[in-house]
Each structure stands twice: as structure tokens, then as C-alpha cells.
């Protein structure tokens, strides 16, 4: 709604956006990113989700309404804006110790010690790309400011990444300015975290771990990249816990996956960059927002049939108020993610199953009854659009979703094979998947080629022998 009244403040047009107690501060914060700090908000005290008619109709009278009126009676007071700093300023000279302290005071850093970005770190890590420092790569909301290649550098620097990383600190970047990702959400209630996948040769170049333990810190590559996509939000496109960062519980951030292209081209399956038209051999990265997962043991069978009701189980278990994304406010944008473990795909392609079988064998069996799906919308998450049967005549989702009035029908969680995504990483010999619930049309899957510099095998040659 900040939007929309800082539209209509700069038609002229007087504006009063209703603001519940616990987003004041996300308001004010997205005030300055929409370069108004000073559009009018009307306080709504408390939650309204848990209020009765008669409490809520006594704050909006007693406290709401009078705002309300006095923003649109009035002129909105005149704006005061923090200039920053420029790109290239100097802002702290010190000690270790001390930037660190000037960093954390000036909400820079996670909460870890950074690696403070002297010039001389920022030039080595602009020698690996072949890209003008001064690139824009996009504009970042909420703060709507642009994501340079220079500032990559610098916060690649500050997360302990290594100058040869930042062919890949780019390609993301470049991802999170890619409008279908949809970055202005990164700091929305569920607290969804962005997962990075990665293909290509760069993987066993730069040293990502794509083996057991994929998603555990601890390998250099894996957990300073995943570090830096989070410093990068908070320092470029703002996103500030209590400020433009309202994830309820939140999550930490996650280290890179990379996808085990030896199985892959074992099995004959294609890799994950695939779903982004980008063949088998290309360097890429693809991010997406998950708001959780679960890890599923002992997945037993000899043959796809004993195997496929384990992961089809646990698809339908993964998600429940994530169907808005299917049906209602997404429509079609929720794009599940399973990563399975070298030894179960393997187990599958034997039996001649290709990425696509399994993607097909999910969406004729991972389902829920037509009633079942309908209820988790209208009576546990309260949202506005839950009839299966009013949506398709009205043709806003496909016919799957009504082929009778049996409220027992089984419908899909999708509304294509093709939504699923399937990735191959992790422990050689276990026999284990993990399922992530995705965010949706709040996080869509991204994808973007890495693009290295002309000279890169001689860059790698140096950095192997400074290694």
C-alpha cells in the first residue's frame, strides 16, 4: 500500500495507509527506500488477526479513524534524508577490531566478524571479471538501490570469500535484480531463506562441496558464497531485521548446494540448470526462496515403485498453507524442490525413469483430496480464494483441479509435471531425500549463467599456487 500512496502523493492526491503496531518500523523503513520518507500512515494498535469485531472496531474508531483524517486534511511533513556514503568513501580506518565494531554499530555486518574491504581486497577480487566496477546490475528494492559490481566485490571481501569466487558473486547478484525472483519479498513473515544451487565445471574449480554434508557449513566455497547473498541483502537491498526485515522467526542463511555432475552424467539425467535452458556443461547458478524443509531417512526399495510412495508421502506432508501459491495469490507459481541422494536416483534411472518420469510419477500421486485442499485455504489460513470449482470456470487454474464434484476427487499440488524441481547432491551412499517448501511466486526460481573472465585459467593457475 506504501506504493500506491507514494504514487499518489506525487500526483498530488492525499494518502493514509493503514499500518497494523507491529509494522510501523517496516513502514518507515520502506518510506526511505521509496524515496518519501515522510507518506502518511494511520496506526492500526495490535493484530487484527487476533482481535474480536469488537476490539478492532474500538481501535479503528478510538485511535484510526482521527489519523486517518488528519493525514488527508493535511500536507505530510517535509522529508529528512541520511545522504550515504560514496561508493569508493572510506568510511572506517582502524584496527581489526575496531571496523569490526564501526561495522556491526552501523548494521554492516551479520553479526560475524567480517573481513574488512580495504581497497586492495576489493581490487584483487575486480581482477577476476572482466566487468566495469561501475555496472549496474540492477536496482534493488526496498531500498531501491543499485547493485554495482564494485559493491559485489566489497561484500564478497566481507563475507571471507576468494577474489576467484566473484564470477559467481555476479551471476547472482544479476539473479536477485531479475524481476521473476521477486528480491522485495526476501523479508516477508514465513522468513523464507534463499537456497543457491550450482552447476557446472566450477563446481570442482573453486572446490564447492557436492558431497556428503552438501548443505553443512564448513567447506569454504559452499559457506562464504551463502554468507555473502545475506550480506548483500541487508547491505545493498536493505533488508534489516526490525526494520524492512519482518520474517516472524526468520532463518539463517543457507551455504551453496552444488549439484554431483558425475552422477548426473552417469545416470544420463540433466542437470538443474536445465530448467533454465542452459545445457549440460554450463556454469550456473539458480536461486529460489524456501520456507523450510525436511530431511527423510531410510528411503528403501529396490525398484521406483517401492521407492516413489516415500518421496510422494513426504511431498504432501511438506505443504499446507504454501498452496496460496497454487491456487490464490500465486497461481501457479509454487515450484517444490527435491534433492535426492546419488544412491536413490541412481536406484531410479536403472530402471530407465528420466527427470521427467519422476516429475510426472509426483504429480499423478503426491495429492490431496479436492476437500482437503480447499479447507487449507478457506478454514486454516483464511484466505480469499479457496473454491477449486469457482476458479476453474472462471478459468483461472486447470481443469485437474475440477474433473467432478467428488470432494474426495485427489488433486495435484502443482499444475504441471514440469513445476517439480529435482536435484542430485549429498552422500554418495545414503539412502536419503530432503523436501523444501517453496515460497512461491514470493521467490521464484531463478537462473543465471556465470560468465568468467578471458583469462580465467590463468586466474585459477595463480590461485592455486597461492593456495
Known sequence: MLRASAVGEEAGIPSSTLVCEGFLGLAAASSVGLGMPNLPVALVPGHTGVQSDEVLRRNILGV?????????????????????????????????????????????????????????????????????????????LPDNRAATVWSVAVNGVMAGCRPEYMPVLIALIEAMADPYYGVEHSGNTPGGET????????????????????????????????????????????????????????NTWRVVVAENEDVLAKIGWEPNSAEFGYPAGSNTVTIARYTGGNHISSVSGSTPERLMPYIDDAMVRQYSWQLMFTVGQGMGTLRPLVLLSPIIAETIASWGWSKRDLKQHLYDHARLSADQFSRILRDWTLKPTWDLQQEHMLGRIPKVFHESDDPNRLVPLVWEPDDYMIAVTGDLMRNSIYIFAHNGVLGYPTGKEIRLPKNWNALLDKARRKA
Open 195 to 250: 537456497l543457491i544451487i550450482l552447476n557446472g565445471p566450477i563446481i570442482k574449480e573453486l572446490g564447492f562441496n557436492y558431497t556428503q554434508g552438501v548443505m553443512r557449513d564448513g567447506f569454504r566455497a559452499n559457506t562464504s558464497v551463502g554468507r555473502f547473498w545475506r550480506l548483500y541483502l541487508r547491505n545493498v537491498a536493505g533488508f534489516l531485521p526490525h526494520k524492512n526485515d519482518k520474517a516472524t522467526f526468520g
Open 64 to 140: 484510526t479513524l482521527d489519523r486517518v483524517v488528519e493525514n488527508l486534511m493535511r500536507p505530510p511533513s517535509e522529508p529528512l534524508i541520511d545522504d550515504e556514503p560514496g561508493a569508493r568513501d572510506v568510511v572506517c580506518r582502524g584496527s581489526f577490531e575496531e571496523i569490526n565494531e564501526y561495522f556491526e554499530a552501523n548494521d554492516l555486518s551479520d553479526g560475524l566478524p567480517i573481513v574488512p574491504p580495504t581497497r586492495d581486497k576489493v581490487e584483487a577480487f575486480l581482477r577476476c571479471t572482466d566487468r566495469d566496477p561501475d555496472e549496474v546490475l540492477g536496482i534493488l
